[in-house]
């Protein structure tokens, strides 16, 4: 049998643009900010947007042009002057000289008769030690309670 209908040879391509012009604008949102962090998303406590987006500047303006004039010679001269001394003052605040160490104490005078001097007195024996045969841990008196289990 022989049908009269016409296929339409376009069908195919039609569908393929039309999908890929669906996964072309679908990977232009933005989705990443509902995705959970596992899954590549941000994380919790990332930073909101902002709700104005930044200007770009313009590249093609002209620059304004400046209204202070340039130091002279004896100007830069003060200026350099002024920073190294500045330099050098908090050089010092920050690590003082240490300061001059203390005269020795004076020498006590020679006395006549010296004391004659005591030696400590001799270290008393300690006890004996006990034999090993005694308990190491000591008896209690009156009723023990029965020891807790601990996990």
Known sequence: MISNARRILSAPFAAVA???LALGLSGCAST?????Q???????????RPAE????????????????????????KK????LTNLREQQKQLA???????PPPP?????????????KPP???????KKKQSDPVVPEQKGPVAAPKMVN
Do not use: C, H, I, W
């Open 53 to 76: 987006r930044k200007a770009v500047p313009n590249v093609y303006e002209v620059r304004p042009t400046r209204e202070a004039a340039p130091l002279t010679n004896d100007e830069q």
């Open 95 to 101: 690590n003082p000289l240490p300061p001059p160490a």
């Open 32 to 36: 990443f900010d509902v995705l959970p």
């Open 38 to 48: 596992k899954m590549g998303g941000l994380p919790a406590d990332a930073p909101e």
């Open 106 to 118: 004076p020498s006590p005078p020679p006395t006549k008769a010296a004391a004659p001097v005591k």
């Open 122 to 128: 001799a270290k008393v024996a300690a006890p004996a």
């Open 18 to 20: 039309l999908l890929s």
């Open 79 to 82: 200026l350099e002057t002024d």
